[in-house]
């Protein structure tokens, strides 16, 4: 049985190919088109898919949507009653885009695959939002039984769903509905601190280290928000005032001046210089959320008494309240997927489809990241001789490792670009910047010079799993795509200055030789060298573009920055000087 899982038009469009319950390929629209986030209809994504399969678009008995449009127009409708008349510039600009493409959804799907293949599918299916995403998490989790806590901005209504898996099934305890929204009172505060919503909430939890938790401006904060902006129940339910909130009908998340007067503290624009006031107030939603997210997953784990918990939707990416969760010990065991927002929901809608037609099916989806496209040594030397660079081809992989191990303990930064692209938004080790995370200024150097962003933002230590334990305090020791937070221990963390956030915690990405055995034996030798465990491992990709796919994109990236060397394949790059 052969499916094809679309995700389209909000935002992180995917495609992603499920042959027997089996991924066999996924890829975002952003990674072909260079647009980062991009939400168009990703044509480029299906037409990858289908060549990785070896499929022609009459193979597929089902293509499958990862939400429903109808009710979310039926939302869209209600709100704009509701709040009549202040929505009508919202109104004028949303139905036009839904009468041309989302509310008769079949035909346009229909449309892009004549326009672009020739054939017109009639096999269409929806699912909902929030089982796209519990779908994907349960299916790829590896447990029989677990609590499934899906929280994102808003899917048709739902806006955080509380689940329950067993044996295959999935079944919805409880749901929150729009306009009441953990997702959407985050991205509220990316917007009055200046940065882009639906992008760069990762930011503000970035930041939120760098907030004062004692001081009385940052207690304030938190007693407004709790006070006066939302209502918390004590299982996590949550209310919003919608005097402060204009998401709901306008094109703005918020009222800015109403916020203003509220927090007596002037918003950030864009670009401009951040406060300690900004910085306290990221920690204040940051702490908010995060007791929300508790009272949640306490709840769940009452109502089902599962050990196992699953988290997934957009908010999933805080990896800091994800590492929280795991330390409180309220479930024996957390699972994040590798792509847990929107995109993943493309890989979702088709594992639910596939587990609805075979329900005696065990849960047995691959659960290895790295399912998108892969370049041979031809797409690489056509890629070199355009650019007319310089670069040597070493023989065995075994001579990589350690000529890259040791440029890198030479202090290099080094682009790494390997196999199959990752899905999701993480780097895993196949479209990497790699960098020792002993130098003292490391950190600073690639946020300024390579990265070109913003000086606060942190980076993610790569470790060997078996060492995992000796640096940070890590239940299980395991977490390959970089969902958790851990706290540094104390005799290790002065020795690791570019990956320790500056309240001793890391974003930290495990890796075994199961995981990915190139870049678990470069990280080996690295080891070997220099008796160090650990790298830093950031994104290949400068702000404000898509981590790199093909050879091209990663030559031109190499070129636009100050990475020191390139990798693709066994092919070593250096700058022409």
Same mark, same amino acid.
């Given at each position: 049985?052969?499916?094809?899982?679309?995700?389209?038009?909000?935002?992180?469009?995917?495609?992603?190919i499920i042959?027997?319950?089996?991924?066999?390929?996924?890829?975002?629209?952003e990674r072909?088109?260079?647009?980062?986030?991009?939400?168009?209809?990703?044509i480029?994504?299906?037409?990858?898919?289908?060549?990785?399969?070896?499929?022609?678009?009459?193979?597929?008995?089902?293509?499958v /949507?990862?939400?429903?449009?109808?009710?979310?127009?039926?939302?869209?409708?209600?709100?704009?009653?509701?709040?009549?008349?202040?929505?009508?510039?919202t109104?004028?600009?949303a139905?036009?885009?839904?009468?041309?493409?989302r509310?008769?959804?079949r035909?346009h799907?229909?449309?892009?695959?004549?326009?672009?293949?020739?054939f017109?599918?009639?096999?269409?299916?929806?699912?909902?939002?929030h089982?796209?995403h519990?779908?994907?998490?349960?299916?790829?989790?590896g447990?029989?039984?677990?609590?499934i806590l899906?929280?994102?901005a808003?899917?048709?209504w739902?806006?955080?769903?509380?689940?329950?898996?067993?044996?295959?099934?999935?079944?919805v305890?409880?749901?929150?509905?729009?306009?009441?929204?953990?997702?959407?009172?985050?991205?509220s505060?990316?917007?009055?601190?200046? /940065?882009?919503?639906?992008?760069?909430?990762?930011k503000?939890?970035?930041l939120?280290?760098?907030?004062?938790?004692?001081?009385?401006?940052?207690l304030?904060f938190?007693?407004?928000?709790?006070?006066?902006l939302?209502t918390?129940?004590?299982?996590?339910?949550?209310?919003?005032?919608?005097n402060?909130f204009s998401?709901?009908?306008?094109?703005?998340?918020?009222n800015l001046?109403?916020?203003?007067?509220l927090?007596?503290i002037a918003?950030?624009?864009?670009?401009?210089?951040i406060?300690?006031?900004?910085?306290n107030?990221?920690?204040?939603i940051?702490?908010?959320?995060q007791?929300?997210?508790?009272?949640?997953?306490?709840?769940?784990?009452?109502?089902?008494?599962?050990?196992?918990?699953?988290?997934?939707?957009?908010?999933?990416?805080?990896?800091?309240?994800?590492?929280?969760?795991?330390?409180?010990?309220?479930?024996?065991?957390c699972?994040?997927?590798?792509?847990?927002g929107?995109?993943?929901?493309?890989?979702?809608?088709?594992?639910?489809?596939?587990?609805s037609?075979?329900?005696?099916q065990?849960p047995?989806?691959?659960?290895?990241?790295f399912?998108?496209?892969?370049?041979?040594?031809?797409?690489?030397?056509?890629?070199?001789?355009?650019?007319?660079?310089?670069?040597?081809?070493?023989?065995?992989?075994?001579l990589?490792?350690?000529?890259?191990?040791?440029?890198?303990?030479?202090?290099?930064?080094?682009?790494?670009f390997?196999g199959?692209?990752e899905?999701?938004?993480r780097?895993?080790?196949?479209r990497?910047?790699?960098?020792d995370?002993?130098?003292?200024?490391?950190?600073k150097k690639i946020n300024?010079?390579?990265?070109?962003?913003?000086?606060?933002?942190?980076?993610?230590?790569?470790?060997?799993q078996?060492?995992?334990d000796?640096?940070?305090?890590?239940?299980?020791n395991?977490s390959?795509?970089?969902?958790?937070?851990?706290?540094?221990?104390?005799?290790?963390?002065?020795?690791?200055p570019?990956?320790?956030?500056?309240?001793?915690?890391?974003?930290?990405?495990?890796?075994?030789?199961?995981?990915?055995?190139?870049?678990?034996?470069?990280l080996?030798?690295?080891h070997s060298?220099?008796?160090?465990?650990?790298?830093?491992?950031?994104?290949?990709?400068?702000?404000?573009?898509?981590?790199?796919c093909?050879?091209?994109?990663?030559?031109?990236? /190499?070129?636009?920055?100050?990475?020191?060397?390139?990798?693709?394949?066994n092919?070593l790059?250096?700058?022409?000087?």
């Amino acid at each position: 049985m052969i499916i094809l899982g679309l995700s389209a038009h909000f935002h992180d469009s995917s495609a992603a190919i499920i042959i027997d319950g089996n991924i066999v390929a996924a890829a975002q629209e952003e990674r072909f088109t260079r647009i980062k986030h991009d939400n168009s209809f990703p044509i480029n994504a299906c037409r990858f898919c289908l060549e990785y399969a070896g499929c022609n678009i009459t193979n597929i008995d089902t293509i499958v /949507f990862y939400e429903k449009p109808l009710i979310k127009f039926e939302r869209f409708i209600e709100t704009q009653i509701l709040y009549a008349p202040k929505g009508w510039k919202t109104f004028l600009k949303a139905v036009p885009i839904w009468l041309k493409e989302r509310l008769n959804l079949r035909d346009h799907i229909r449309k892009e695959f004549k326009r672009s293949f020739g054939f017109s599918p009639l096999n269409i299916k929806f699912t909902e939002h929030h089982l796209s995403h519990a779908a994907l998490a349960y299916y790829l989790s590896g447990f029989t039984n677990t609590g499934i806590l899906v929280i994102d901005a808003v899917g048709e209504w739902a806006t955080t769903s509380l689940m329950e898996a067993k044996n295959g099934k999935i079944r919805v305890i409880k749901e929150q509905h729009f306009p009441d929204s953990i997702g959407l009172l985050y991205s509220s505060f990316t917007y009055f601190l200046g /940065f882009k919503v639906n992008s760069d909430e990762y930011k503000v939890m970035g930041l939120a280290p760098y907030g004062n938790p004692h001081s009385e401006e940052t207690l304030q904060f938190i007693s407004i928000i709790e006070n006066e902006l939302i209502t918390i129940q004590d299982d996590g339910g949550l209310s919003i005032n919608n005097n402060y909130f204009s998401y709901t009908y306008g094109l703005k998340m918020i009222n800015l001046s109403k916020w203003e007067n509220l927090f007596h503290i002037a918003s950030r624009k864009p670009q401009s210089g951040i406060t300690q006031s900004h910085r306290n107030l990221a920690y204040a939603i940051q702490a908010v959320t995060q007791k929300i997210i508790s009272r949640l997953a306490v709840h769940l784990r009452e109502s089902t008494g599962c050990s196992n918990l699953c988290i997934v939707g957009g908010t999933a990416l805080n990896c800091a309240v994800n590492g929280f969760i795991q330390d409180s010990k309220i479930f024996e065991h957390c699972f994040v997927p590798y792509s847990p927002g929107d995109a993943g929901g493309a890989i979702g809608a088709a594992l639910t489809i596939y587990h609805s037609t075979h329900p005696k099916q065990v849960p047995n989806a691959n659960a290895n990241p790295f399912i998108g496209p892969v370049y041979g040594d031809t797409d690489i030397e056509s890629a070199i001789v355009k650019n007319k660079i310089s670069y040597t081809k070493l023989e065995s992989s075994g001579l990589l490792t350690q000529k890259v191990a040791c440029l890198l303990a030479k202090g290099a930064i080094v682009a790494w670009f390997q196999g199959r692209m990752e899905f999701g938004p993480r780097a895993l080790g196949n479209r990497s910047i790699l960098a020792d995370a002993r130098v003292q200024d490391m950190k600073k150097k690639i946020n300024a010079s390579i990265k070109f962003r913003e000086e606060f933002r942190p980076f993610a230590p790569v470790i060997l799993q078996e060492e995992a334990d000796k640096y940070f305090n890590m239940p299980n020791n395991d977490s390959p795509y970089m969902m958790f937070t851990a706290t540094a221990k104390h005799l290790k963390s002065d020795e690791l200055p570019a990956v320790i956030h500056i309240d001793n915690t890391a974003r930290v990405q495990t890796i075994t030789k199961k995981d990915n055995k190139l870049f678990y034996n470069l990280l080996s030798d690295f080891h070997s060298i220099t008796g160090c465990p650990v790298l830093l491992n950031t994104s290949f990709n400068i702000m404000g573009e898509p981590i790199v796919c093909s050879p091209e994109d990663a030559i031109q990236t /190499f070129q636009k920055s100050n990475i020191d060397f390139l990798i693709i394949g066994n092919y070593l790059i250096t700058k022409n000087r």
